[in-house]
Structure formats: C-alpha cells, structure tokens
C-alpha cells in the first residue's frame, strides 16, 4: 500500500464536517474507493467513485477527486460519534482489474 | 443474505502448527479476495477466485499459504508450518461483475 498515503489521524467536533485526504501515484486505477473499519470488525464499504468523475455526493458522504494531483478526498457533514473509526481510501488494480491497493488508514476521532 | 462470512472469527495456534479458515461469500458472487491485515496498516491483498478458478496471487502468498474454492463458492486459506509473523487479521471479500466489493468480519489469528 505504499502508493496510497493518508494522514493517520483526525480529530474533530460532533456536529462539525471531517475531511480525510488521500494521495497515490499510480493514475491507471479505474475506481477509488472508502472503506471504514470499526474497532475489531471488517471494512464497510461506504462509497466509490468511477475515475472520470470529479464528485459523487452520497448522503452525508462527499467524494471529490482530483486526477491531476491525483488526489482523493472524504467529506462527512454533521459529524456524529458514531462515525468514529478508521477509514481506508483504496485504489482498484490487478491484472483482472479487481484487487485493492489500501492506504494505511486515517483513525478519526469525534470530540463530543 | 446475510453478507460475507469468515469462521472461526478468532485463532490462537501454536508455532508450527497448520491452521485452516473458511469463508462463505454472499450467495451468487463469483468472485472472492482474501487479503490481509496487520496492526495499523491496510489490508494487503492475497489472493483473488473467479468461480472456482484461481486467478491472481500476490507474491506475500509464500508457499506456506494455499487457498481454494473447489466448488466456486465457499473458499478456505490454509496456513502450514505458521509462524508468529502470520499473525494478522484475514479478511475475506466477494463480489458480482462490478466495482463493489463487500467484506467478512475476518479471522484474526495469534500464532504463539
């Protein structure tokens, strides 16, 4: 996964956005993904984004991506404690086109 | 359905022994990933099935490692001769045609 890059951590206030960033190198990715992962469980697709778009909204959810700079963003409005947990941006390669590559993970945290 | 699902959810082995797990995926997904996971990092992908057809195997898939999915549905990861640096969290994915892939609780093993 070292071609995908997040900062660790996060911390924010109920009620307030998060924003989690990712970068990678390698532009061939067809589609960019988030995935959260809570204490001791497995991932939990949020959402994806097809690698010609630019944003997809999603609910509280919103994916920007910027191909040029090859970087990936999460936007979660009104930020509630519940959204704690670590979330993994990840990019689809392979050679069939269907494995990920993970970034390490941002670890938010929600301050009541 | 259910979801995908990984038994046992946890392992605790001895140095040397060989130890097996099993996945069910969501029923009518061809396709099936094992990846997996360390302490604080993403999950690192396995291996890929399409039906019953191994397709794709990363190279941290030492010879140690063998997965199968005899009858194009449930897929089982076996472990031989484990070692304390295969303890990690091993997770199972599956999915239809498209770009969404859904995971397992996984099995996290501690091998002793």
């Known amino acids: 996964g070292e071609d995908v890059e997040q900062s660790l951590f996060l911390s924010v206030r109920e009620g307030d956005s998060s924003v989690i960033n990712c970068t990678y190198t390698d532009s061939s990715s067809t589609y960019l993904y988030w995935y959260k992962q809570e204490p001791g469980a497995g991932l939990q697709l949020l959402t994806y984004i097809f690698s010609n778009m630019d944003m997809k909204q999603d609910q509280r959810l919103t994916v920007l991506l910027n191909k040029k700079d090859k970087h990936l963003s999460l936007r979660i409005a009104d930020t509630q404690t519940g959204d704690s947990a670590i979330y993994f941006c990840?990019?689809?390669?392979?050679?069939?086109?269907?494995?990920?590559?993970f970034g390490p993970g941002t670890r938010l945290s929600v301050l009541p | 359905d259910t979801g995908v699902s990984q038994n046992p959810r946890h392992k605790i082995t001895k140095r040397g022994q060989n130890v097996t797990f099993r996945c069910d995926p969501i029923s009518e997904h061809n396709r099936l990933y094992w990846y997996r996971q360390t302490l604080g990092q993403g999950p690192e992908f396995l291996t890929y099935f399409q039906n019953e057809a191994q397709l794709e195997k990363s190279r941290l898939l030492s010879d140690r490692f063998s997965a199968e999915r005899p009858k194009g549905s449930f897929s089982t990861l076996e472990i031989q001769r484990t070692e304390q640096g295969d303890s990690a969290m091993y997770l199972c994915?599956?999915?239809?045609?498209?770009?969404?892939?859904?995971f397992g609780p996984g099995t996290r093993l501690t091998v002793t």
């Open positions: 994915a599956s999915s239809l045609a498209g770009p969404e892939q859904y």
């Open positions: 990840a990019r689809l390669i392979g050679n069939y086109g269907q494995n990920f590559v």
